[in-house]
């Protein structure tokens, strides 16, 4: 009962997290300064074709009208009309979501992979080598731009050793899989298709190594200093005098405990793997919602950067959802009433 | 409790993945695709051309529909038209799907009489028939979108316009206030595309004349058809069997969505690509000397150049006008801001076009300039210059382009503040003349020297005339001229209004850039026209 109180309570906010993200959103995209319909339409259109088209999007209306209509669309699941590509936006995201989706889980996938090891080690053997290694690792990983990363692994990877593909979530001459989850990699299973799933995981490391380092580092660090408190605790004591292995000690006892600020990081980090896709995508030609969210952005495309931010205002606390069940989880003390 | 809510979630994520496995599987771009396997490797990647290229503008493949840079391209090798310029010639259309035609004065309307080509099918296999003409036209009139106001407007033609008179004559009336010239040029453009009456009427629904399957489909006898558009990603054009002309050496073509020149630079020398399009200066100087790549450029018909609002003192004065024009160093420009990827051209007509005005009287004339600003009786001026972000067509930064000019003006006791904002911003503030001095492009709609003259000379058209507010008689000469159907008279009449605008226009022509392209050494027969394709049929690799 506490906890379906708890999902309510959450669903409530989402909600009006929403609401207001749709207000905040429309209301500054309508004062600024610029046309978009003159962004669209470029230099040659004429006043008949300009004022045809703030018709057609009923941008001629008053803006409280303009709204009312939007939130209405909204409530049937409607989204608009894109300014840029003409195409109901709810489209737009349904073709490039997935491709974001499958680049932030990899990122996150490295990030948890390599973090929380990294960060164990460091702490495990905490003013050695391993634990400079990974905070110096980490300091880097903090402080690198992804835009210059990107361009460096593409410079390294790609262009000089050949090792890896550059750009593109598949090779071009291999036929995408059949969409069911828009995820290539999931797709390429789903269909048996083993020459796609090749060519699209390829496709996935340098943009997850890139996207998710900066990830790592924040992982690891933070799983680093809650070990270290972990470490010294009287119950840690405990389970090394019962005689257990310094192995299982650490990874039981110790691992488990210091998860849970790390698990509250990987939320919020997922939420920022999806902002920085944006630059991830554009460097590596990656077709997702980052780089749909960037020509929308730079066309004044209003529906879209309002569809877009709707998607990001739902996806934030859905993550952050799923790390309060994992707290759940995590932590037996928070099932108590 | 919550034990059982990670089973649940769990039986939850496998029943999705089972779901998701049993759902209908749908390839990208399979809806455009007989067999939804097919995929680019089907033609081969020894015959499948490809090319890298910022897509972010497709809107539709449909020739009524398209008025953006890619879908022109590609489109172009999709349909064929009733009269077509060959090679970089853009001055006289050729017979293409009409083998001859005839214009005749009916009084009050001129009667342009087509004689179709006979054998011509489309790539469904049906024949093309003058109905098929009629009915693109007509759709391309009923539609109404973007460039449909090349019929309308410009030739003037309504839906009940043309005409079949038998299934291989088609027969247009135009209005005299029309140019027959023009309307002939226009035919050349995507929009005289003629479409496959018989497969686009079976798909038409809700009176869409068939708009939404044309949007990423095609219906076209040209020697490429749309196989598939998967958005924000690739093109595949393949090679139409039933093609009438000579058969396309290539199997396919692949556009690929790579808007980043350095992305296109890298996969080009790696050979994972054979042409790259949207190549800065600096990607052509990197690829300069590297093993298997080659290096192209050809002209656009783009014209970069400053509008001086006439509305504003003191450019007011023409000799204000002229001394800004006359201080300016256009040879620096092309030479060290351009690498010379572009030519110095001062009317507002570009190379190419019938029409075209080679005087470039201004170069650095520093005396000469302080002279007319002092016979203007202006000593000091300080003006607000509108530049946009980005890069400018040719290679060059706007802002280097606007530096350069600021230090130029300086030199004659002209003061500009330079204000950089996006495009659309600075379209906004110029369409409504509220700029002072504006940078910025502009390339013609239709290749006739009429789609310049018009909007630089003619205030009433509420184009670059207006937004200068330059409202001067010579728009009535454009006018003229547009009508006239010799055409070396034609070309006279605007070699006299071209002169006239380049010293008493309120414009600064400062150069014609070029397009760089990088290709693989092996690619052969890659030729653009500065109208904005290449036949991609006569490409091999």
């Given at each position: 009962m506490r906890f379906l109180g708890f999902l309510t309570r959450r669903i409530v906010g989402i909600a009006a997290v929403m609401i207001g993200v749709s207000i905040i959103t429309f209301a500054i995209s309508h004062v600024i300064p610029a046309d978009p319909v003159a962004a669209a339409l470029?230099?040659?259109?004429?006043d008949q074709q300009i004022a045809a088209f703030r018709a057609d999007y009923r941008l001629d209306r008053p803006l409280p009208e303009q709204y009312l209509t939007y939130v209405v669309g909204l409530a049937h699941g409607d989204l608009g009309r894109s300014i840029?590509?003409?195409?109901p936006v709810s489209d737009d995201l349904f073709d490039s979501f997935p491709a974001t989706i499958e680049l932030s889980l990899a990122a996150l996938l490295v990030a948890i992979v390599v973090g929380i090891p990294a960060g164990v080690w460091s702490a495990v053997f905490r003013g050695r080598l391993p634990d400079h290694l990974v905070r110096l690792l980490s300091l880097i990983g903090g402080s690198v731009p992804v835009f210059w990363l990107g361009l460096i692994v593409i410079g390294v990877f790609?262009?000089?050793?050949?090792?890896?593909?550059?750009?593109?979530?598949?090779?071009?001459?291999v036929a995408p899989p059949p969409?069911?989850?828009?995820l290539y990699v999931v797709d390429s299973l789903l269909a048996g298709d083993l020459e796609a799933l090749r060519s699209s995981l390829l496709h996935l490391v340098l943009p997850a190594l890139t996207l998710g380092y900066f990830s790592t580092a924040v992982i690891a660090r933070m799983t680093r200093s809650s070990m270290l408190e972990v470490l010294g605790q009287d119950y840690m004591r405990t389970a090394r005098a019962k005689g257990l292995q310094e192995r299982l000690v650490v990874l039981r006892h110790g691992l488990r405990n210091a998860l849970i600020p790390t698990v509250t990081i990987l939320g919020l980090t997922f939420g920022s793997l999806l902002s920085g896709a944006v630059l991830t995508e554009t460097i590596f030609s990656w077709p997702g919602l980052g780089r749909y969210a960037t020509a929308a952005a730079i066309a004044l495309d209003f529906p879209a950067v309002l569809g877009v931010t709707l998607l990001a205002a739902i996806v934030y606390p859905l993550a952050n959802l799923v790390v309060d069940i994992a707290y759940f989880w995590l932590d037996p003390r928070t099932q108590r009433g | 409790m919550f034990r059982s809510l990670r089973h649940t979630s769990i039986i939850f994520a496998v029943g999705l993945l089972v779901a998701a496995a049993c759902s209908p599987a749908t390839t990208p771009g399979a809806s455009a695709s007989?067999?939804?396997?097919?995929?680019?490797s089907a033609g081969g990647a020894a015959s499948t051309l490809v090319i890298d290229r910022?897509?972010?503008?497709?809107?539709?493949?449909d020739p009524a529909v398209l008025y953006e840079f890619s879908a022109v391209f590609a489109t172009h090798n999709v349909y064929e038209t009733l009269v077509k310029f060959e090679?970089?010639?853009?001055?006289t259309p050729k017979p293409s799907l009409a083998t001859s035609w005839d214009i005749k004065d009916a009084g009050s309307n001129w009667d342009i009489t087509f004689k179709l080509k006979s054998g011509v099918k489309f790539a469904s296999g049906n024949p093309l028939t003058a109905d098929d003409v009629v009915y693109s036209v007509q759709r391309a009139i009923k539609l109404?979108?973007?460039?449909?106001f090349l019929f309308t407007?410009?030739?003037?033609?309504?839906?009940?316009?043309i005409k079949a008179t038998d299934p291989s004559t088609v027969v247009v009336t135009m209005p005299k206030t029309s140019s027959t010239q023009t309307f002939l040029v226009i035919l050349?453009?995507?929009?005289?595309g003629v479409v496959d009456s018989k497969e686009v009427k079976a798909k038409?629904?809700?009176?869409?004349f068939g708009s939404a399957y044309l949007l990423d489909h095609s219906a076209g006898s040209g020697p490429f058809a749309v196989d598939h558009w998967t958005k924000n990603t690739e093109v595949l054009l393949k090679a139409n069997p039933?093609?009438?002309?000579?058969?396309?050496?290539?199997s396919a073509v692949l556009f690929k969505h790579v808007p980043e020149p350095a992305n296109q630079q890298f996969a080009l020398e790696k050979g994972?690509?054979?042409?790259?399009?949207d190549l800065g200066s600096e990607q052509i100087a990197a690829l300069q000397?590297?093993?298997?790549v080659t290096t192209t450029s050809a002209s656009s018909l783009l014209l970069v150049y400053v509008g001086m609002n006439a509305l504003v003192k003191p450019l007011d004065n023409v000799k204000v006008r002229e001394a800004l024009r006359t201080a300016v160093d256009y040879d620096g420009i092309v030479k060290d801001l351009l690498k010379g990827n572009g030519k110095k051209v001062q009317g507002i007509v570009p190379a190419?076009?019938?029409?075209?005005?080679?005087?470039?009287?201004?170069?650095?004339d520093v005396a000469k300039a302080k002279a007319l600003l002092q016979e203007a009786g202006q000593a000091s001026i300080t003006l607000d210059f509108l530049v946009p972000t980005g890069g400018a067509p040719g290679g060059a930064a706007w802002s280097d382009i606007a530096a350069k000019l600021k230090s130029d003006w300086a030199k004659i006791g002209v003061t500009v503040n330079i204000k950089q904002t996006t495009t659309a911003d600075l379209l906004a503030t110029y369409r409504a003349q509220k700029g002072q001095l504006v940078m910025i492009n502009w390339g013609p709609?239709?290749?006739?020297p009429g789609a310049n003259v018009n909007p630089f000379t003619?205030?009433?058209?509420?184009?670059i005339a207006y937004r200068n507010g330059w409202d001067d008689p010579i728009a009535t000469k454009a006018h003229d001229a547009e009508l006239i159907s010799d055409p070396a008279k034609r070309v006279a009449a605007y070699k006299e209004i071209t002169d006239y605008v380049l010293h008493?226009?309120?414009?600064?022509?400062l150069y014609q850039p070029n397009e760089l392209f990088g290709l693989r050494s092996?690619?052969?027969?890659f030729n653009w026209s500065s109208i904005g394709w290449a036949e991609l049929a006569s490409v091999t690799k």
């Open positions: 470029g230099d040659h259109a004429t840029r590509t003409r195409r790609y262009y000089q050793l050949g090792w890896l593909p550059g750009g593109a979530r598949i090779d071009n001459f969409t069911r989850t828009g | 007989a067999s939804p396997a097919a995929s680019p910022d897509l972010s503008d497709l809107i539709s493949f090679g970089t010639d853009l001055t109404n979108k973007s460039p449909a407007d410009i030739a003037g033609l309504k839906a009940e316009s050349t453009f995507t929009i005289g038409e629904t809700g009176g869409d039933n093609f009438g002309g000579t058969k396309a050496a290539l994972d690509i054979d042409i790259a399009n000397g590297k093993a298997g190419g076009l019938a029409g075209y005005n080679e005087s470039t009287p201004f170069q650095a709609d239709y290749p006739d003619d205030y009433k058209a509420k184009s008493n226009g309120p414009y600064v022509v092996n690619v052969k027969g």
